[in-house]
């Protein structure tokens, strides 16, 4: 049975209902989730209770936050505060970004053909397929014990240092303190944890801070960064990190490092 995708958007009955139509909900699909959206589902009777309860229950949620609309950031508060995925939408209508979210990957989309529908509804599949895998990984990840040279560090450190380096996109790419938390807190480990294992990956060298301005281009945040020693603890300690279940294959595809 496919899994549920809840949908975060205006009901306008105009453009947003026809790219929920034509763009949004096939890409859900391809992804292998059902779209959901509490406006077309005739058992609602208490419409803020059952948003909630299904954001709760769904397995991840798409936001499209182009339109300040109060009920998609009500929602979208929820989702984060719920501790779901979320993937975030926006059309280049939109300059600027809520400071809430500009830490956050949000992936932007032009409105001036119908390939950029086509080349959104693919994005959208591929984003969804790869945060469901992510947290596959991350909610199976299971550290064991190692003797080789660099491994003493302590699990809550393992996994951060993992979470970073499934997360970014190369080598000079980086991932916030904020979300790494967020990442690690699904995995069990608490805020504090997060917090103790990027100082001390900072002082033995495995990761460095450094800047990224926003998703709006006008603002600055930390990201922490592996460094070419934590790439190196990593691949000689590949043996040491396994997944508790799922398909059996080679170690790379179940974490895209």
């Known amino acids: 049975m496919p899994k549920k995708c809840f949908v975060i958007q205006p009901f306008d009955g105009g453009r947003y209902d026809k790219r929920y139509d034509d763009v949004f909900r096939p890409a859900i699909e391809d992804a292998g989730f059902d779209a959901y959206r509490v406006d077309q589902d ?29 009920n998609v950031w009500y929602e979208l508060g929820f989702a984060v505060a719920a501790g779901k995925s979320v993937v975030m939408i926006c059309s280049n209508d939109r ?27 693919e994005t959208i599949t591929e984003r969804l397929k790869h945060v469901s895998q992510r947290n596959e990984v991350t909610k199976k990840l299971k550290i064991e014990s ?4 660099r491994a ?8 951060a240092l993992i979470t970073i380096g499934s997360e970014v996109n190369g080598t000079s790419d980086g991932l ?18 997060g917090n103790l294992a990027v100082q001390k990956l900072i002082s033995l060298g495995f990761i460095k801070i450094d800047t990224e301005q926003g998703w709006n281009s006008h603002e600055e945040f930390e990201v922490c960064v592996p460094t070419l020693t934590g790439w190196d603890w990593i691949h000689e300690n590949l ?8 398909p059996k294959g ?8």
């Open 42 to 70: 005739p058992a609602v009777e208490v419409p803020i209770e059952e948003i909630e309860q299904q954001i709760q229950d769904a397995e991840i949620c798409l936001a499209e936050i182009t339109e300040n609309n109060a």
């Open 239 to 246: 043996d040491a990190i396994e997944l508790r279940k799922g």
């Open 176 to 193: 916030s303190v904020y979300r790494i938390k967020e990442l690690m807190e699904k995995a069990g480990f608490t805020g504090l944890a």
């Open 146 to 149: 190692t003797t080789k040279p």
């Open 95 to 121: 300059e600027r970004f809520p400071f809430d979210v500009q830490h956050r990957k949000i992936t932007r989309y032009s409105c001036e053909s119908p390939s950029d529908f086509k080349k959104l509804r």
């Open 152 to 159: 003493g560090l302590a699990d809550h450190e393992i996994a």
């Open 250 to 257: 080679n170690l790379d595809d179940e974490i895209p490092f």
